[in-house]
């Protein structure tokens, strides 16, 4: 099946072949820059016009007939590659802002001796995604796109309204972000009543992260996922749907600022073969107190997503595009 790309966007398939366009485009953009490893900023942008790529594809998949390379299993493993490279620079600046706080002499010192380490591990990373950027697997993704994006081919989804059908595409991702049992992590059930526990001593924190802190990590990828979902769709809404995205990104800013803090305390640890507290202990004490002053920036997060009238509000946001 073939549908016209060259009118104003208005069909399922119209939709879905903007955004792959958008995305593609983005990511061909800093290939370049990518593999002279000048700028992090580049890989940052590849990456996310990567995992935004990955979105349309498989957020499309019912409307849109792509061939094999272009699916999301292929986009994913290119995906990870930038993603581990990019995960090492997020850690390479927090670290260099540490080494330039008023640590002690002896951190000081080893905070270099984990730099020298990261620069290794980082040099093993760019050299998996020069790799990558050469081999087959992305080659075929480049062309076989190119190729779908000249001659698209689509299901019978593809000719239906935006309009009628925008509601149904994005509820699901909605409510999977909403029943997420994230939500309910460092509260109590009382009677009929979500309460979250409130006034917590660091310590407390700290051990509700060592338990639970893989729910809070899920939650904010699916924070992410249905975050690049909506910015799909900005321009058929209106403003209390910009609202919405930014109170996910919010979810997502600070619960991904948490987890940073907690791969930071499980890298050193690894490093060193020892506990941070042990090695770091001026270094310990200001990443604790930084993820305990992220956790009061997320409950009142937490609190208005527990209420009914916000999820109801964020329903009837979706249900309405313009």
């Not at 460092?186 to 309460?195: K, P, S």
Request: charge should be positive; glycine fraction near 4%; hydrophobic fraction near 40%.
């Amino acid at each position: 099946m073939t549908l016209a790309t060259n009118r104003k966007v208005e069909t399922l398939g119209n939709c879905a072949y903007a955004a792959i366009e958008k995305h593609f485009k983005k990511t061909l953009k800093w290939e370049t820059a990518v593999k002279k490893d000048k700028d992090p900023e580049a890989l940052h942008q590849m990456r996310v016009g990567m995992r935004r790529l990955r979105t349309a594809t498989t957020r499309f998949s019912s409307v849109v007939d792509l061939p094999k390379y272009a699916g999301d299993k292929n986009i994913g493993k290119i995906a990870r590659r930038l993603g581990n490279l990019r995960d090492l620079d997020v850690l390479k600046e927090t670290l260099k802002n540490f080494e330039q706080s008023d640590l002690p002499r002896k951190e000081q010192e080893s905070l270099k001796t984990a730099l020298d380490v990261l620069e290794k591990q980082r040099e093993e990373a760019l050299a998996e995604v020069k790799s990558t950027l050469k081999s087959e697997r992305y080659k075929a993704l480049k062309q076989t796109l190119k190729e779908w994006l000249d001659e698209p081919s689509y299901h019978l989804l593809a000719s239906l309204p935006i309009q009628k059908v925008l509601p149904d595409l994005l509820l699901p991702e909605v409510s999977i972000f909403l029943l997420h049992p994230g939500w309910l992590i460092g509260t109590q059930v009382e009677g009929a009543e979500i309460v979250i526990s409130k006034n917590w001593k660091a310590q407390k924190v700290e051990q509700e992260l060592a338990t639970n802190g893989e729910n809070l990590h899920s939650l904010r990828k699916q924070a992410k996922r249905l975050r690049y979902q909506m910015e799909l769709f900005t321009d058929l809404y209106g403003e209390s749907y910009n609202v919405c995205i930014a109170q996910v990104k919010s979810v997502q800013e600070i619960l991904g600022a948490i987890q940073d803090s907690v791969v930071l305390v499980e890298w050193l640890a690894d490093v060193f073969q020892s506990e941070i507290q042990s090695q770091f202990p001026t270094l310990a004490n200001l990443l604790a107190e930084n993820r305990y002053q992220l956790w009061q920036q997320w409950q009142p997060l937490q609190q208005q997503y527990l209420k009914a009238e916000t999820r109801h509000r964020f329903h009837l946001t979706v249900l309405q595009p313009t």
